[in-house]
């Protein structure tokens, strides 16, 4: 079956360092989502992209965020400057159809730990 | 903003027994979505609703959608201990795929 694969599966870095989490959606999907969740708190969407732009961002992504399609298959989660609040599991999401498509299905990853120190 | 309440926040069922889980949102849905979500997994999809009145089984598991699009309910039949986990209920107010989450019910299944 299909699945969304993300690396790595952990990560710890020092507050104020760059972080990259990578995700590789289902070959065939064309909108990417990124998702996070702070430990004991609720699932939270970040970010959605398509056509090599954001789509729609919330009120957490703010500048220190950004994401990017490098290239064909990898969809990426860039943090510039840690913070000590940023230490959460960050879910990447595909889906096959767009918004206002009718029934759709968001395929999760395993998700990305991240511990900010 | 939209709330969507779940609820019971755990549970603890005897194997063969069943369970009912609630997601209730503040605002008429788009659509719902079940999840479980193992450590290690992420967040498996169970079912999505869309219209009002809609059921949906899979296995052991059944979805409904009430007529008002406001509550959706998760059940389980004769639980077994891969039922174990948690469950969140996500809402879809406007059909773009921007999820709101339950806080998740975890449900512990006794032998």
């Known amino acids: 079956e299909p699945e969304v694969t993300q690396t790595p599966s952990h990560q710890v870095t020092q507050m104020g360092q760059e972080v990259i989490l990578r995700c590789v959606p289902i070959?065939?999907?064309?909108?990417f989502y990124w998702y996070r969740q702070i430990l004991g708190q609720k699932v939270e969407f970040l970010v959605s992209f398509y056509n090599n732009e954001i789509s729609e961002k919330s009120e957490i992504f703010d500048d220190q965020f950004s994401v990017e399609r490098p290239d064909g298959s990898n969809f990426t989660l860039k943090i510039r400057s840690t913070k000590l609040e940023d230490s959460a599991m960050y879910f990447c999401a595909s889906s096959e159809l767009g918004p206002f498509s009718g029934a759709n299905v968001l395929t999760f990853g395993a998700g990305s730990r991240l511990t900010v120190l | 903003s939209q709330e969507l309440e779940q609820s019971p926040q755990s549970l603890i069922v005897q194997e063969g027994k069943n369970l009912t889980i609630n997601c209730t949102s503040s605002k008429t849905l788009y659509g719902l979505y079940w999840y479980k979500q193992k450590y290690g997994e992420g967040l498996i999809f169970l079912m999505m609703?869309?219209?009002?009145?809609e059921e949906k089984s899979h296995e052991k598991i059944t979805a409904k959608l009430d007529e008002k699009k406001q509550q959706s309910s998760l059940h389980i039949t004769a639980s077994q201990p891969s039922h174990a986990g948690i469950y969140l209920c996500g809402a879809d107010i406007r059909g773009d795929y921007k999820l709101s989450f339950g806080a998740g019910t975890t449900v512990t299944v006794r032998a």
């Open positions: 070959s065939n999907h064309l909108y």
């Open positions: 609703l869309q219209k009002g009145g």
